[in-house]
């Protein structure tokens, strides 16, 4: 049976705005045509009156960890805490509000310009008897009390090496933040499921989900279940790899039982730290690197003969340029993720190697004063999108959720405006384009044209001559998947 729905009176991105009418059957975009020339199909056609509003692509955010953002919707806010005193306050209100059954949980501590550092025994005053574990804004470190120390000691069934300030980074903390999202598989799943609605809401039609314990196999059974909001791409990480080329994943491979939804993602690759932790990789000799050059390559040229295209995480100009020497010599396309920090002469090597930058505007105005302290003198080569951009690297946007919003129009703004909270831009010079941010937003759509899959998204304003505070606050009218409504409010 065939399902129609006619589109009246919008104005496509792309265009002069001139109004059409667009008809979608079966999932694709069927007929473009001037407004009021097409007809309905047949009665059962579905008609949206859109009244000249914006048609464009769906939007697609490139990083994402689904769980941790369904689960940190979840937690203690603790993102604009200033200190480490005022982040032992809020917890210790949560407390007074309403003790947790286990361990209280906080989310999104930035102590890089904290003026005192964070102390094991001040979270141990926030909840005697009770585990309290703070997790950093960009995952990479967790803050915990004396009781967490133990108990997830016990859970991991190891001994976990905190000093006295009770933080565990990298490694560590990955282990911790894994523990703390072992929750029951229903709970979990409908937790995800809210934060999906969340996501279409926006106009998000498909997300790379990079979680470091996920398989495919989960999201087999959440669309099973109903959670279809969304595109997933899966990703596969290191200490999967031998389950991928076993069961013969890979990358963009749709995975049985999910209507088309799920498809097999990037294998993921952590080399080296961040800069909120004060780890990533520079070419002074700091930070961590995860990975010796000499054991990346042999792991990528595995992968990629398997048929897992490889997404490096490298935050630091040291850690960008040897996974950049690691392309090289694999010989591979794939994407490095984050790539925050770069040495002139690798910029171009992005566009050389066909190497796409999969970029988080939004870390760039989140820690825009760390990056400005810790990297004093660099930053005008940090999040380098100008640079990028006339090299004639591939540009890739996403938010790293939870580190900032699953919201590609916050990811936007970001980079098109490198400005928030009415602050002077960061390195304007650096500005992205608009028209480089939306197609790396939309998976390098522009416009919705005849042939297209039906993934789209309806707004009010054109988001290529919106300004960056517009686009942060962009309302999103409707988001439809193959033509499904995922998101309707017109």
Not at 134 to 159: I, M, Q, T, Y
Request: hydrophobic fraction near 45%; glycine fraction near 10%; include cysteine.
């Amino acid at each position: 049976m065939t399902h129609a729905t006619l589109l009246r009176t919008v104005r496509r991105v792309g265009t002069s705005g001139a109004p059409a009418d667009v008809l979608v059957v079966d999932g694709r975009v069927a007929t473009v045509a001037p407004a009021g020339t097409v007809d309905p199909v047949d009665r059962d056609t579905e008609v949206v009156e859109a009244a000249g509003v914006w048609l464009g692509p769906g939007l697609r955010d490139a990083h994402v960890h689904l769980d941790q953002w369904a689960l940190v919707r979840r937690r203690i806010d603790v993102t604009d805490c200033t200190s480490a005193e005022a982040t032992a306050d809020r917890l210790a209100a949560a407390v007074r509000a309403g003790t947790p059954d286990r361990v209280l949980v906080g989310h999104g501590y930035r102590d890089g310009l904290w003026p005192r550092p964070a102390r094991r025994a001040l979270l141990d005053q926030v909840a005697p008897g009770l585990p309290v574990v703070v997790v950093s804004s960009d995952l990479h470190a967790v803050w915990c009390n004396e009781l967490a120390l133990a108990h997830f000691a016990a859970v991991l069934g190891r001994a976990l090496p905190a000093g006295a300030d009770g933080v565990l980074r990298e490694q560590d903390a990955f282990a911790v933040t894994g523990a703390l999202s072992r929750v029951a598989d229903d709970v979990l799943d409908g937790y995800v499921d809210e934060a999906v609605g969340a996501a279409a809401a926006r106009g998000v039609t498909g997300v790379v989900d990079l979680e470091m314990d996920a398989d495919v196999d989960r999201w087999v059974r959440r669309v099973r279940a109903g959670t279809d909001g969304l595109r997933i791409a899966s990703g596969v990480y290191p200490s999967r790899l031998d389950e991928a080329v076993r069961r013969g994943l890979r990358t963009g491979d749709v995975v049985e039982g999910t209507r088309g939804l799920v498809t097999v993602g990037p294998f993921k690759v952590i080399t080296d730290g961040s800069l909120g932790t004060r780890t990533a990789a520079t070419a002074d000799g700091e930070g961590l690197l995860t990975w010796a050059p000499e054991d990346l390559v042999p792991l990528l040229q595995r992968a990629v003969a398997a048929g897992l295209v490889p997404a490096v995480h490298a935050i630091g100009d040291r850690a960008v340029g040897l996974a950049l020497d690691a392309f090289e010599t694999v010989g591979t396309r794939g994407t490095i993720e984050h790539a925050q920090l770069l040495q002139d002469a690798d910029v171009e090597r992005f566009a050389r190697l066909g190497v796409v930058a999969s970029v988080q505007p939004e870390h760039a105005m989140d820690d825009r004063d760390i990056a400005d302290h810790h990297w004093a003198g660099w930053t005008g080569r940090a999040f380098p999108f100008a640079s990028l951009e006339r090299a004639g690297a591939a540009m890739v946007l996403g938010s790293d959720a939870p580190v900032a919003p699953l919201d590609p129009w916050v990811a936007m703004a970001a980079a098109v405006g490198r400005d928030r909270d009415g602050r002077e831009p960061w390195h304007p010079e650096q500005r992205m384009s608009p028209l480089t941010a939306w197609r790396g937003s939309t998976d390098g759509r522009v416009g919705v044209v005849v042939g297209d899959v039906a993934d789209l998204v309806l707004v009010p304003a054109d988001p290529l001559t919106a300004s960056s505070a517009a686009l942060r606050t962009m309302p999103v009218l409707g988001t439809a998947i193959a033509g499904r409504w995922t998101h309707l409010d017109l």
